[in-house]
Nanobody
Framework: QVQLVESGGGLVQAGDSLRLSCAAS????????MAWFRQAPGKEREFVAA????????FYGENMMGRFTISRDNAKNMMYLQMNSLKPEDTAVYYC??????????????????????WGQGTPVTVSS
């Protein structure tokens, strides 16, 4: 079993930056694809970014690349999401997730939520205009 706990969310103004963290415990996540998703009020959960087990390859959802950067530190069993130039439309609860499937499989199935085995409880991010 893997437990995931997100932190770092909060209330910021448009244009600010935030760094979200995801701490994993229970088992190493070194062999898992790790990802961030977000869910805005009244909307479906959407893919934000993912990183391969070794950390060498990253993927981003539509309109995420350039402002968001995903990274991981397997030695610390941590994953991060650096978010810059935040916009009010980035307001959402941000979730980290882990999948034992390959990034190729996940990308090929458009990062389907059900392919991710472990989920955190989420950390809220509110961006005011």
């Amino acid at each position: 079993q893997v437990q995931l706990v997100e932190s770092g969310g909060g209330l910021v103004q448009a244009g600010d930056s935030l760094r979200l963290s995801c701490a994993a415990s229970g088992r190493t996540t070194s062999f898992y694809v790790m990802a961030w998703f977000r869910q805005a009020p009244g909307k479906e959960r959407e893919f934000v970014a993912a990183v391969t087990p070794g950390g060498s390859t990253t993927f981003y959802g539509e309109n995420m690349m350039g402002r968001f950067t995903i990274s991981r530190d397997n030695a610390k069993n941590m994953m991060y999401l650096q978010m810059n130039s935040l916009k009010p439309e980035d307001t959402a609860v941000y979730y980290c997730a882990a999948s034992p499937r390959s990034a190729g499989q996940l990308a090929g199935r458009n990062w389907t939520l059900t392919l991710f085995t472990y989920w955190g409880q989420g950390t809220p991010v509110t961006v005011s205009s």
